[in-house]
């Protein structure tokens, strides 16, 4: 019925859409990348987007104020004398207020050691996603760089913003001087699958510097790749 619907224009294009209000209500203020099915107009959309890089100065305490992390892990892989397996888990990783105080403090820190911050934002300017990479190089078997954070806002995954994220962070890593890009990453199934997707492969050398957890699934990938 007409009286359940209401037309509502995208943020990026000039596309105007009529959208059940119920589903309205549920996608929020998405640009229409996010609602249509069509991937070549999601795509046309999405590369409209661009990354903003930041200095230490730009990134308040609340910079994540209203970024939504919620992830449940369900299977995660495990080292094992066979190799890595997937087991059952029952995790929820999220954060409080504390904690995104802390990396913001974090990443203004790296900023400050001459590594970088980069994130994506809808037109609205809602952050749709950041990453941030280290400014210091090391590595015994390649010079690597380190990929301390990468994140997209559950509202927004699988639209590309993360592949574009890790783009940049490659391109910055190979400015740095860097062969590869290290990831020590939560060994959720989800979190491998999309780096394995973008070409990351298990690294080849350990940088135990660069090692945030025992449990991490330690990756890496060339930073042609970036290109």
Not at 3 to 31: D, F, Q, Y
Not at 61 to 90: C, N
Not at 183 to 200: R, V
Request: glycine share 8%; with cysteine.
């Amino acid at each position: 019925r007409k009286s359940n619907c209401e037309t509502i224009e995208c943020t990026l294009c000039e596309h105007s859409i009529v959208m059940n209000k119920k589903r309205r209500a549920r996608a929020g203020l998405l640009p229409c990348f996010l609602i249509f099915k069509s991937q070549e107009t999601r795509m046309t959309l999405f590369n409209k987007l661009s990354v903003t890089n930041f200095t230490a100065s730009t990134i308040p305490d609340d910079f994540l104020k209203d970024f939504a992390h919620h992830q449940k892990i369900t299977r995660k892989w495990v080292r094992t004398d066979a190799g890595w397996e997937l087991e059952d888990a029952s995790i929820l990783r999220e954060w409080d207020a504390e904690k995104r105080i802390w990396i913001a403090g974090y990443m203004r820190e790296k900023i400050q050691n001459g590594g970088t911050v980069m994130a994506v934002f809808l037109p609205e300017g809602q952050l749709a996603g950041f990453c941030c990479v280290g400014g210091d190089l090391a590595g015994e078997t390649a010079s690597y760089a380190n990929l301390l954070l990468l994140f997209v806002d559950d509202r927004f995954k699988r639209h590309g913003i993360g592949r574009l994220l890790l783009q940049e962070a490659c391109r910055y890593a190979k400015k740095l001087g860097a062969e590869k890009l290290f990831l020590s990453a939560i060994p959720s199934e989800d979190t491998i699958a999309f780096y394995q997707n973008m070409g990351c492969v298990d690294a080849k050398g350990i940088v135990n510097p660069f090692v945030d957890d025992e449990e991490d699934r330690l990756m890496e990938i060339t930073t042609k790749d970036g290109n």
